[in-house]
Each structure stands twice: as C-alpha cells, then as structure tokens.
C-alpha cells in the first residue's frame, strides 16, 4: 500500500502539471490575439477594429476571444503592455553591446526610438492610438520608462567618470532623446542627433568632473 504522504505529492505534482500545461495555454492563446489585434490596430486603428475581426484574425471564434478579454479596452492594454515589455527588452540588449559608455547609451536609445518608428509612428492611425491611452497603458509605459532610466544609468555607472549624477543623466538623455525623435521626421536624423546629445552631454558630465578634482 502507498505511503499517504507519497499520494499526496503525487497528486500535487499532477495537479501542478495540469496548471502549467493550461498556464502555457493560456499565454500561447493571449499572445496570438494581441499579436492579431497589434496588427489590426496599426493597420486599421483603434475604432475600426472590432472584436469580431481580433478573433478572426486570430483564429479564434469569437466566444473563445470574449473567454480571454472581456472587451477591445483589455485587448487593447494586453497590446500596450506587450509593447512595454518589448521596448525594455531592445534596451537591455543594446546595452549590453561591447563598446563606451557613449557608444552604449546612445544604441540603447536609439533602440527604443527605433521600435516607436518602425511599429507606432509607421502607422496612418498612430495619432489615434497615442491618444488612446487608459490609466493602465499609461502604467505600463511609465513602468517602461522607469525600467529603461534604470537600465541606462546602470551603464553610466559602469565608469567612474560618469557614475556622480548617474540618475540624473540618465534621466535627462532618455527624455531629450524623446523630445528629438518626436519632432524628426526620419529615423536617421533622429539617431544622429541623439548620438550628438549623448556625446556632447556626457563630454559636459566628464569636464565636470575633471574640473572638481
């Protein structure tokens, strides 16, 4: 006869393999819709998508759409939130590239303005779905946004003559290089300028430094 503790773990681990296997489902299931919605909203904006052409789109009937999101809004935030979540991992790896700090930072921001070009600003409907934005898309890209400063002062403190003011540098290159690809109109220009704002404001933060000690 089997031990009862043995029967116990024993139904604990098929439960918890039962979870998993629909756990993984469930994430397969979510990010199909939101990559068939993400295409649907660039293509054909926010208003003129509907729930019914997201299930189509996906390959779902409709009532296995309504069984995961309970409306486009939710659709719509799984979107912004897989965006998020893409735009700190372009970063992150960016980042990670051999070279100098300048070299570094000005790839990781250049990075994270060469996905709003190529997915938001490359959309007609891009005005529409900027303006679209809840309480809980603009979480999620605050909580971008607070991720990637996070991200490049890490790298400014990879050298000691860039580590005083860390944050703040960090800070102020992530947004002015938002402010420049917001009024450039090409991806070039943009990431040639922020390279200029990376390596001037930093050679500023280095003599700086130099002159205090």
Do not use: W
Request: net charge neutral; with cysteine; proline share 2%.
């Amino acid at each position: 006869m089997r031990d009862s503790g043995l029967n116990e773990l024993d139904d604990y681990r098929i439960k918890r393999s039962m979870q998993i296997v629909t756990d993984t489902r469930q994430t397969e299931k979510q990010e199909r819709i939101a990559s068939a919605a993400t295409a649907l909203f660039l293509r054909d904006g926010l208003r003129a998508t509907s729930m019914e052409a997201i299930a189509a789109e996906a390959g779902y009937a409709k009532a296995t759409l309504y069984g995961v999101y309970k409306n486009k809004q939710e659709v719509f935030a799984a979107v912004a939130e897989a965006f998020a979540d893409q735009l700190v991992e372009e970063v992150r790896q960016a980042l990670e590239h051999p070279g100098t700090v300048e070299e570094r930072i000005t790839a990781g921001l250049c990075a994270k303005q060469q996905l709003a070009f190529d997915v938001i600003y490359a959309s007609p409907h891009a005005p529409e779905l900027m303006g679209a934005k809840t309480s809980y898309t603009n979480k999620c890209i605050q909580e971008a946004d607070h991720n990637i400063v996070r991200l490049l002062e890490h790298v400014l403190k990879s050298d000691p003559a860039t580590t005083p003011g860390a944050r703040i540098s960090a800070q102020a290159l992530f947004f002015a290089s938002i402010g420049i690809a917001d009024h450039t109109d090409t991806k070039k220009i943009a990431f040639r300028r922020i390279e200029e704002l990376t390596i001037t404001y930093l050679t500023g933060v280095r003599t700086r430094g130099r002159t205090k000690t």
